[in-house]
């Protein structure tokens, strides 16, 4: 499998730029325990090309293999969720997870999540 490599500036720069803007909302969420951060989620949250209402998508999340599945993780998903809905006054929140990752379809449906669409890649 190929994987894609990563630019930490091109990186800072779209932070950035949406920490500067005034049509989208960015957050970044750490879950700690005893002074260690054990998870964090980062999510963006503006309006599709074809609404007016806002959809909140996460740009990236992790939780410690030892916290998945816990009442750890599902607290670091209610407090995005919290922030999604009542702050930033999104419609939907969009979830997303790589096929490899099986227990998240799990995880999201206990949530109350449902698969939204698939999408398919190829490497060049």
């Known amino acids: 499998m190929r994987t894609l490599g990563f630019d930490h500036d091109k990186v800072l720069s ?23 951060v054990f998870g964090f989620i980062v999510g963006l949250c503006e309006a599709p090309l074809f ?7 996460e740009l990236a999340w ?19 969720e919290h922030w999604a809905v009542n702050i930033a006054k999104a419609k939907m929140v ?21 698969p939204g669409e698939t999408s398919y890649i190829k490497d060049f």
């Open 14 to 36: 779209i932070y950035k730029r949406y920490l500067e803007s005034d049509k989208a909302d960015l957050i970044v969420i750490l879950a700690e325990e005893d002074s260690r």
């Open 94 to 114: 969009q979830m997303a997870m790589l096929n490899e990752v099986t227990d998240l379809d799990r995880f999201y449906r206990r949530l109350g999540y449902r």
């Open 62 to 80: 992790w939780v410690d293999e030892d916290k998945r599945n816990s009442r750890d993780s599902i607290q670091l998903m209610k407090a995005y």
């Open 51 to 57: 609404t007016n209402d806002k959809v909140c998508m």
